[in-house]
């Protein structure tokens, strides 16, 4: 299924009036949005492959401006004026920094397990650790473990070890030695979008009191809806609460 994607910059699912465009996670791709788009064939649903991952060519020097530039044109491109923007964990920190920018400005965002608009904190030795060994199953095997609270189907894992795998070296290298360090606090008060954050209080990777402080504490007017006994792939471990919750995140929005 992967290599059916690999030089495309987005994917799409579905059809309707609503569009949601999808931000993927740190080790994840478009692709890994499947299982929720598919809960929801009435909306149009865009995961875009951040470049560098999800078998797409990484910047020779990224930036987390060039990054938000090149997703901004492509919504450009698309000429989308009706659409949500949605961030998984790095895909947040995305969504916020293209939401400040772009001309193209989505309806509303939210952000799922957001890495937060400070510095993301990562203990030293599981960062050398991903550093030193991508790509690798067993690395791609050990960071999902990490990560989880419930088991992956057999086919989600099948695709979580792949596109963890597949992530170019300068895209890896990057956001673990730059992207997740570099804050954008003092520009998110600029904001004036609706801001909605899906977050669970047992996830391993960004704690609930960071989401607390540091995504919360920074979007006041920001609203948060919390689960638990579920990990940090939250749009993987349970995509249809996921997509529930966006339904009704999109809805509630038109009345």
């Not at 939210?110 to 030193?132: G, H, N, V, Y």
């Not at 189907?153 to 730059?178: F, G, N, P, S």
Request: aromatic letters at 8%; charged letters at 15%.
């Amino acid at each position: 299924m992967l290599t059916e994607i690999e030089v495309h910059p987005f994917v799409e699912w579905g059809s309707g009036d609503k569009t949601l465009v999808f931000l993927h996670y740190f080790g994840g791709a478009a692709i890994s949005w499947q299982w929720v788009a598919q809960q929801l064939p009435d909306f149009r649903c865009i995961a875009f492959n951040v470049p560098g991952f999800g078998g797409t060519s990484a910047p020779q020097k990224p930036t987390l401006q060039q990054y938000a530039d090149t997703i901004s044109q492509t919504l450009a491109d698309l000429n989308l004026k009706n659409y949500s923007l949605i961030g998984h964990s790095m895909g947040g920190k995305l969504a916020l920094q293209v939401a400040i920018n772009c001309d193209f400005s989505p309806q509303q965002i939210i952000l799922i397990a957001p890495s937060p608009p400070t510095q993301e904190p990562m203990p030293e030795a599981e960062k050398q650790r991903l550093l030193d060994h991508h790509p690798s199953t067993e690395n791609a095997a050990t960071t999902i473990k990490n990560a989880t609270q419930k088991p992956l189907d057999k086919e989600q894992y099948a695709v979580a070890i792949q596109t963890h795998k597949i992530v170019e070296d300068a895209a890896w290298r990057w956001w673990l030695l730059e992207g997740m360090n570099h804050s954008i606090a003092d520009k998110i008060v600029q904001l004036r979008i609706p801001v909605t954050v899906l977050a669970s209080k047992d996830d391993p990777v960004i704690s609930y009191s960071l989401i607390q402080s540091d995504v919360i504490g920074l979007l006041p007017n920001a609203k948060l809806i919390t689960i638990e006994n579920v990990g940090h792939l939250i749009p993987l471990e349970t995509a249809e609460w996921t997509a529930t919750q966006l339904r009704q995140i999109i809805l509630s929005d038109q009345e």
